[in-house]
């Protein structure tokens, strides 16, 4: 059964720094595009960020130039390094593929950003 499983979540200051983490368990997701995807409070959840297979990464323009996303094929890792954090950046992150599926979603792991 594949899994993906986020980490790396917390509670941080405006303007700080988290690594994100997920980890797939199989080896299906190398040959998938994946993406990051988050849902604040109240808010529809949306894309973040996606990185395909030859590691061409896209950003949404709200994280654009702050978040990083990249993938370590041989660990079946995806990360998100996020970088000049804003409260507005607080939700539950999770990855997923690229387009999202149903039976791909985890718990998350969730991001404050607060003073």
């Known amino acids: 059964q594949v899994q993906l499983v986020e980490s790396g979540g917390g509670l941080v200051q405006p303007g700080g720094s988290l690594r994100l983490s997920c980890a797939a368990s199989?080896?299906?997701?190398?040959?998938?595009?994946m993406g990051w995807y988050r849902q604040a409070p109240g808010k529809q959840r949306e894309a973040v960020a996606r990185?395909?297979?030859?590691?061409?990464?896209y950003y949404a323009d709200s994280v654009k130039g702050r978040f990083t996303i990249s993938r370590d094929s041989a660990r079946n890792m995806v990360y998100l390094q996020m970088n000049s954090l804003k409260p507005e950046d607080t939700a539950v992150y999770y990855c997923?593929?690229?387009?999202?599926?149903?039976?791909?979603w985890g718990k998350g792991t969730l991001v404050t950003v607060a003073s």
């Open positions: 199989g080896t299906f997701f190398r040959f998938r595009a």
């Open positions: 997923n593929t690229v387009p999202s599926s149903a039976e791909y």
């Open positions: 990185i395909r297979t030859d590691d061409t990464a």
